[in-house]
């Protein structure tokens, strides 16, 4: 938390303006280079080889053949790794390339480097690896079970998370009781893993890359190819999506041995196939709820159990598992609570980080459980949530008192006072088959049509939690250019399209009162910026920037008042002059003072701590911001087929200050979507261990003709602790969009529904 | 082998094209035309959408060689020398844009709807663009984009 008393100019464009993105005018005509696009004479491409078994030793690899094969620069194996063969966000479990054992279908095995992609993938094709499969573990449960086959050799279990607040036995007259379980998601970031690694005269590498975290990244990199990390250079490249899918590494490496090996730049780029198996996903999960209220409704107790399925590696397993487990009660105001939360490695595919994580799949359950609870009751769902919801000054499960505005209720009410969309008419030939479940594939028009609406509300942390050194580094210089004063911001910070370089403008813009902004190429020269995640860089990096200004122009200001004598905080600076805040007049310019000089400040900054909570009992201040959102689906469904149409998908969300309203409309409207995609239609197929459906034809991601239209009221309440008070936007959408759409369904067609996505033999109960 | 065809209305000529390749990739990797992008490359996402001989095609479904004396326009091949073409503007206006992995592909296919259809209701528009998946942005400031262009193309701004 940083204080200041000097004031700010206003400017066009600065801070809770709906600035326009610097580099929107690039994406529109083509000319912005993602990862994907980039190029280097006397470039080859690298591919990967990858597992077909979920489970097996390697018994024998056999590259001659591909070595022979003319165009072909490198076949590179386990051997190849020159530092340590393991990389992995929380543990470094997870090899580079397999190393006699193979944990996943799609884990990489071998590399090659070749003129022509194809050629690179033909010669893939030509190694020859014998496996011995093995017995592979993929059910989450059975894993923690005595005599599992172990995935890992410290055993199956990452994190188990035990909650306990209140009295452990207590009773309530009305129970509910709901098992749920929520199927494995991707990001579908369209962009593909992709990007160049060029070697360098030093001996080291520079890494153009599509990245959330340059740094986390970098020391990875440089672990594993044994350099030190001056010689691994890393710059972010044009990123396109992220999700969370890009937390953990998937080419970095790869395309950097290949590199160094061959002397020559190499560019890789994943297929979507091979996108499917070069990120992680969401976890799974499997739930079980079971709340107590009296008979006023007022929540006495609330017991979860979630198992989160990991997959092979560990990724960010742990981290999900804690968000399971302290917000997973949802937002209400519970006096005794057990929950036990463990994840755990499987070879299923490697599960870590997706927008929400751990609140998603958690949400899902504790919204079902209400309504379950208030048809118990004989209430009302949205009051159950308005009597129970967390308020201010309340203790959450952890005992963290919440210390800033939490209008659950307010927001539960915004959405039930919203208009609702027509009721549809009679079944017709005149009716509009794009507003039909099953759409222009002509199924219904209206017969066996039944509408319904759902409710949730929920809450997520932003930023990281649990203890975390979670910061972030800006370097803001302020010049004279060409008679006009100008603001370069510099951080590491991932832009991966939700505008975090448009809010760095707008908040050089309005604590500096300049126009002109330049965005400096975000890469591994300046500090770490952190994680773009968990809805936390306008919060993290935002506040970095805001604070480096501050430093700029507080020595600016200094400076000014030395040379005439007024103080400091009677000045303020507008446009490249430094102006007496009372009279507005100039009383000296930019110019004066540093000439053709410039004032860099470069700060590293830090939101209040966090602290780990306690082994036994799960509590403590773990979380440094709480983000509440509420949603309202109205849903029509064919009863007879199961099919789905989603009429509106309506929300509230309290965004504390929108630094830029169009662009968290933006984030919600997105976040809105994929949460919806979860609870209608994305599901990563897995069987034994071997997913079914990686490509757009089989994984279904909604489409224009799918997502509603959305109906949005953002509430402006401050969180003093933060930065012009506002809260991370991007991930609490997706929390309560989709327990929303599974409410409204459930609600239509009568069916309980116990898991996500839903199925249409969920709904006609034939399967 | 060698081909030619016409790119945003230049004579183009690549050679050593390997009969499998794309014409998606040849535009990428050969033409240092990379606007047209790699999302899905079989068909799903239309992020490679282009004009090919006037009609609307992914092209990362046509083979290179199929487009041999053919015409292609890509989203590079859209703005005029100082200023966008007013879909583009509206996209950016709109809020249309966050990643922009999507946004070349449903700028030249807003292009070819407005083109023939120059008011579509929301309906038709949805129709229209469903080939195009967006995973950002939820839609809805692409459906406003859609309206802006529509009107601005009309030379008349809605107030």
Request: hydrophobic share 40%; with cysteine.
């Amino acid at each position: 938390m940083t204080t200041t008393t000097t004031r700010t100019a206003t400017t066009a464009a600065g801070v809770g303006t709906n600035a326009v993105r610097p580099d929107g005018t690039l994406k529109v005509t083509g000319e912005f280079a993602f990862s994907s696009d980039l190029w280097m004479d006397g470039m080859v491409w690298g591919t990967t080889l990858r597992s077909p078994h979920p489970s097996a030793r390697i018994v024998s690899v056999d590259t001659s053949a591909a070595l022979k094969m003319p165009g072909v620069h490198a076949v590179l194996l386990a051997d190849d790794v020159p530092g340590v063969n393991a990389v992995g966000l929380e543990h470094q479990d997870q090899p580079v390339l397999a190393d006699g054992v193979v944990r996943y279908q799609g884990e990489p095995v071998a590399l090659v480097a070749a003129e022509h992609p194809e050629t690179a993938r033909r010669a893939a094709g030509r190694i020859v690896v014998v496996y011995e499969a093995l017995d592979a573990v993929t059910d989450a449960r059975t894993a923690l079970e005595p005599g599992s086959p172990l995935v890992q050799p410290g055993g199956n279990l990452v994190r188990h998370l035990r909650l306990r607040k209140g009295d452990a036995d207590a009773t309530a007259p009305v129970v509910a009781t709901v098992d749920f379980e929520v199927g494995m998601q991707d990001q579908a970031f369209l962009g593909p893993e992709s990007g160049l690694a060029v070697p360098a005269e030093d001996g080291g590498v520079d890494l153009y890359v599509a990245t959330q975290w340059l740094h986390v990244d970098q020391a990875q990199v440089v672990r594993a190819l044994g350099l030190p990390p001056e010689k691994v250079r890393l710059t972010l490249a044009g990123v396109g999506g992220a999700f969370g899918g890009r937390e953990d590494l998937s080419m970095h490496v790869h395309a950097c041995l290949l590199a160094l090996h061959t002397g020559k730049p190499v560019k890789m780029s994943y297929s979507r196939e091979e996108s499917f198996f070069g990120h992680v996903h969401r976890h799974p999960a499997s739930m079980q709820y079971s709340y107590g209220a009296e008979r006023d409704g007022t929540l006495v107790f609330a017991r979860a159990g979630l198992v989160f399925d990991g997959g092979a590696y560990a990724s960010s397993t742990g981290a999900v598992v804690g968000n399971g487990g302290t917000m997973g009660i949802g937002p209400y105001r519970v006096p005794n609570v057990s929950v036990d939360s463990y994840g755990v490695y499987t070879n299923n595919p490697p599960c870590g980080a997706m927008r929400g994580f751990g609140c998603v799949q958690a949400a899902f359950a504790h919204e079902a459980v209400m309504d379950a609870l208030a048809d118990q009751l004989g209430m009302d769902r949205v009051d159950l949530r308005r009597l129970n919801g967390m308020r201010e000054g309340d203790e959450n499960i952890t005992g963290q008192v919440i210390d800033s505005p939490a209008p659950v209720a307010e927001l539960i009410e915004r959405v039930r006072d919203m208009p609702l969309p027509p009721t549809p008419g009679a079944p017709s030939r005149d009716t509009d088959l794009r507003s039909m479940p099953g759409g222009v594939a002509n199924t219904t028009h209206g017969e066996g049509v039944v509408r319904g609406i759902g409710y949730s509300v929920t809450y997520k942390n932003v930023g990281f939690s649990e203890g975390f050194d979670d910061y972030s580094t800006a370097r803001v210089r302020l010049e004279v250019t060409a008679g006009e004063a100008v603001a370069t911001v510099h951080t590491a910070a991932a832009e991966v399209g939700q505008g975090l370089v448009t809010v760095e403008q707008q908040i050089c813009r309005t604590e500096l009162g300049v126009d002109q902004v330049t965005v400096h190429p975000t890469d591994t020269t300046v500090g770490s910026g952190g994680s773009t995640s968990a809805s936390r860089q306008t919060y993290v990096t935002g506040g970095a920037v805001k604070a480096a200004c501050e430093a700029v122009r507080a020595r600016v200001l200094a400076l000014a008042a030395d040379a005439t004598g007024h103080a400091a905080s009677d000045l303020l600076l507008r446009g490249g002059s430094v102006v007496d805040a009372s009279s507005q007049d100039v009383v000296t310019t930019l110019a004066e003072l540093v000439g053709d000089g410039a004032v860099e400040e470069t700060v590293e900054w830090r939101h209040r701590p966090t602290k780990a909570i306690d082994p036994e009992t799960g509590q403590g201040d773990a979380h440094v911001q709480f983000a509440f959102s509420a949603h309202r689906a109205v849903v029509d469904v064919d009863v007879e087929l199961g099919l789905v149409k989603v009429v509106a998908l309506d929300t509230a969300q309290d965004v504390g200050k929108a630094i830029n309203p169009d662009a968290v409309l933006g984030q919600i409207q997105g976040g809105s979507a994929q949460g919806m995609g979860l609870a209608l239609m994305e599901e990563v197929l897995v069987v034994d261990g071997t997913v079914r459906n990686p490509s757009f034809t089989d994984y279904l991601i909604p489409t224009i003709l799918d997502v509603p239209p959305m109906r949005i009221e953002l509430l402006e309440n401050p969180d003093p602790f933060a930065p012009y008070g506002l809260r991370g936007v991007g991930e609490p959408p997706t929390v309560s969009s989709g327990p929303a759409v599974a409410a409204a369904v459930r609600q239509a067609c009568g069916v309980a529904l116990h898991r996500v996505p839903i199925r249409p033999e969920h709904i006609t109960g034939t399967g | 082998m060698r081909i030619t065809m016409t790119v945003n209305g230049e004579h183009r000529e690549v050679d050593d094209v390997w009969e499998g390749e794309s014409l998606l990739y040849a535009l990428r990797e050969r033409m240092g035309l990379p606007g047209s992008k790699n999302a899905c490359e079989q068909g799903e996402c239309g992020s490679c959408t282009v004009y090919l001989d006037g009609v609307l095609a992914c092209a990362c479904l046509v083979a290179a060689g199929q487009a041999q004396g053919r015409e292609v326009v890509t989203v590079e091949g859209l703005a005029g020398t100082d200023e966008l073409h007013p879909v583009q503007q509206a996209f950016v206006d709109a809020g249309a844009v966050q990643c922009g992995f999507c946004t070349p592909g449903l700028v030249v296919a807003t292009h070819e709807l407005l083109a023939r259809e120059p008011r579509p209701s929301d309906p038709v528009v949805r129709e229209a663009l469903a080939g195009n998946l967006c995973r950002c942005t939820g839609y809805e400031k692409i459906l406003d984009a859609v309206r802006l262009a529509a009107v601005r193309l009309e030379g008349v701004e809605r107030p």
